[in-house]
């Protein structure tokens, strides 16, 4: 498997974005792993094989687009080198769309970033496995 982050995993919609971040929905669920706030949806028929992720850096944090870039690049980076761990689960265990939410009010260092984002894949691992309906009733 080629280690990319493609166009495919990218998550663009912005009704699944609206879907994400509607308060109170109970088809969301979120963790925090600093600096990280993770909010996922799982979906038993998947629209891609591959999860679609997004990645948000605060404006009001992070006034300058340079310092928001950098912070982007990190984590993407992370994903993109720890992202196989989780496409080894099953696609119905797996969330179908995630969002990473940086809330940290400085700069990390990348070494940072990528231990988190391996401790929030493992955490999306570890997931719950949905349950399945018996189809002979």
Do not use: H, W
Not at 38 to 64: D, G, H, W
């Amino acid at each position: 498997m080629k280690n990319t982050f493609g166009k495919n995993e990218r998550l663009c919609s912005p009704r699944v974005i609206g879907r994400l971040f509607q308060r109170g929905s109970t088809e969301v669920n979120t963790f925090y792993l600093f600096p990280f706030r993770v909010l996922y949806i799982i979906e038993k028929e998947a629209p891609t094989p591959l999860p679609q992720v997004l990645f948000s850096v605060s404006k009001k944090s992070f006034k300058r687009a340079v310092d928001r870039n950098l912070i982007r690049r990190r984590c993407r980076e992370a994903y993109r080198l720890n992202k196989a761990s989780l496409l080894a689960l099953s696609t119905e265990s797996r969330p179908s769309y995630i969002a990473f939410l940086y809330l940290a009010k400085e700069i990390t260092s990348y070494d940072v970033i990528e231990t988190a984002m391996k401790q929030s894949l493992k955490r999306l691992e570890k997931l719950p496995r949905p349950v399945q309906k018996n189809q002979n009733s």
